[in-house]
């Protein structure tokens, strides 16, 4: 049953097979009241599917999933009460203008939805075109009337599954102030997505799925601080200041560039580099952390995390191409002996 | 969506409040108005409504007197325009409505399905059997719609041009006009028994196939199948249960005196049809991935 100390998404062991393919693999997902969730991971990855299962809209193979404590599998609408959104594109009947869609839906939604269709389109800004008919409509036209479809059931948890997709650049940052505020008047969101840009910007948590499977969960600044908290240096003796970072206990990937120093360590080892510097007659001229990108720790996840996971997946198995992943690590290497080079120089 | 417009969301707390869940009556009503919005929708009833009159006018130009052999109505068509709304469900009862029935029955689920609008109704706050219901009630609504258009059309184009004149039955009695006029509704009910059964099966191929095109033509072929079956020689005993051979069963009232057991009879064998039909049609909608659009 319900309560309202139930978490707004808890899924448990979540698994899709069609037939030969496992499109999820024992997905585990909390999302807590008030999160703004980036569910993120590479076409194909599975999230969609998920999304749909939390929907109620297709049946999962394995697992349970549950919407403020309710089932959508069991309970049907009853589980969706409170929420709403959409996966992939929201799709309207294009013979019916905008309002008439949005009348169709609020009848289905009960409540004096009706009521809000007028304010809802506001929020869209579609008010000018809300009796043509959606046939007409260009496709951000359709995800403004997508996100208006789903404030009319004035819902505590938004599922959005790439609501950007498609926009213009203007339309994009539209969406995501309209999800920011949305998001700050306590609504949870649920946002799928492949902008990373749009999700290091939204969200506070994250899943991060790859081939099916959660390769992360949780706060998104705990990810980037996992990914390795870098830092860059200038000192006044830059060549005096690396010798005494690569002595140094506790840093690594000390080096050197054009720009300066750079190295990862916790900080209280980024303390003790301080005081050996200061010792050593170095002054430090600025020491800035610099944190990974989503976008880097996205990629390191998503397939270099192939390679961690797969002792195999190092070897190109037709003998000649290159995954994503191997090229990845193929350019890093490049990287680093270019700087060793450098470095030797 | 500009950041004003943004501004402009709702001042009220957005929250759970507890909503009196839709009925199904609600969902069936908005399955009556996008069958209106749409063209398809008027294609059905143009032809229920356009080919009784092409068969008046086809008649009034013929100078047809009125001698056919073949069937009683046939035989009096220009004597009561009573006798066309007859002769009409007779002609239309075989392939025509069972056609009409299907363009919706078999588009119903699948369309929307394909269209990804079915997703979009699912996520709201009824439930998968309150959809079911409103489609199937929606489809047998516009067939129920079909056939008393024909009916009407096909009787006012026949009594403008033969007039409301007493007629005879089937077993050559002569009702009034009036009865005759009750008599004439009450067959074109009874052919609802078969013709909802038909719809049944295309809601059934509609959800199961996922396709409008194959639900329609798949309808409409298994009508044709049981024509076929019935002229294989040897299986006669089998005849009676053939849903195909219920298309008749409104004669019995146009007998005198009326003849009820040809339409108990289709009665449950309809039922033996329908029945089964909308269950299976309804554990796959309650049960079916909606990964369509």
Redesign the interface.
Known sequence: MADEESPPVRARGLVKRYKEVLAVDHIDLNVHAGDVYGFLGPNGAGKTTTL?MA?????PTEGTVQL?GRDPIRE???A?????????????????SAR?NLE??A??????ARE?IG?VL????LSPRAEHRVGGYSHGMRQ?LG?A?A?L????LLILDEPATGLDPA?MR??R??IR??AD???TVLLSSHQLPEVQELCDRVAIVDSGRVVYEGALSDLRRQGGAGYRLRTTDDTRALQIMRAQPGLDHASSSEHGLSFQADEQHVGALSLALGMAGVGILALTPELATLEDLFFRLTEGGNDARDPAAGESSDGGALSGGQLGAAVSGLAATARALEESR | ???T??????AT??????????STA??Y??EL??LV???RTYLGLGLAAILPLIFVLAQSLRNHRGHDQGNIFASHITQSGLATPVLMLLFLSVFMLPLIAALVAGDIVAAEDG???L????????????VFAAKTLAAMTYATIAVFLSAVVATVAGVAAWGFHHVVTFSGTVVSAPEGLLLVFAANACYLIPLLTVTAIGVLLSTTTRNSAAAVVGTVGFTILLFIVAQIPGIEGLKPYLLTEQYENWHGLLRTPTDWAPIWHSAWVCALYMVPALFAAYLVFL?R???G?
């Open positions: 749909r929907l109620g809209l297709i049946m403020f049907g609408a009853r969706l009460q409170g929420v709403a959104g959409f996966v992939e594109a929201p799709r309207f009947y294009p013979y019916l008439k169709l839906l009848a289905l939604d009960g409540g004096g809000r304010e506001e929020i869209v800004e403004r996100i479809a404030l059931r004035r819902p505590r339309g539209d969406m102030a309209l505020r949305l008047e306590g609504i | 969506m500009s950041s417009a943004v501004g402009a969301a709702p707390p957005i929250g759970a409040a507890r909503v009196r869940r839709p609600t969902a009503r908005w108005r996008k919005s749409q063209k269209n990804g609008t997703k979009t109704i699912l996520t709201r706050s009824v439930d998968r059997g309150q049960r991935d909606v990964a659009g």
